[in-house]
């Protein structure tokens, strides 16, 4: 970040403006340990789309539905715990330069399409 604002300044452009899209832990767990992907069409789909569960067919080429390692719930878990050390000093860097917008990443698709193209314009 500090070598990026450098860049930034040579170049005589803006400092960056940061969106972080805030989501719960147990929303995270749930939308991310709900991905299954197809083997027979490499598809990816969610259990909460309709006509997926964890054992049906693939709604697109009838394949077989599968659940990746790393999208097992203590594989999520443990993502998020290395994500949250790895960004929170990222995070305090721009909020401490006021450079920061948090946006709520729950909620509808076009809600949260909408806080952030509102906070983008801003």
Do not use: K, W
């Not at 054992?55 to 999520?76: H, K, N």
């Not at 909020?95 to 946006?103: A, E, F, H, Y």
């Amino acid at each position: 970040a500090e070598a990026l604002d450098e860049v930034m300044r040579a170049l005589g452009r803006e400092p960056l403006r940061v969106l972080n899209l805030e989501v719960g832990a147990q929303e995270m767990l749930r939308r991310l340990s709900g991905r299954r992907m197809c083997r027979g069409c490499d598809g990816i789909f969610h259990v909460d789309q309709e006509g997926v569960e964890a054992d049906s067919p693939c709604p697109d080429c009838g394949g077989q539905l599968y659940q990746r390692t790393d999208d097992q719930p203590e594989a999520v878990r443990e993502r998020l715990a290395v994500y949250q050390r790895q960004t929170e000093p990222l995070i305090q860097y721009y909020s401490d330069r006021g450079l920061l917008t948090n946006i709520s990443g729950e909620g509808a698709l076009g809600e949260i399409q909408e806080r952030v193209r509102s906070a983008a314009q801003n």
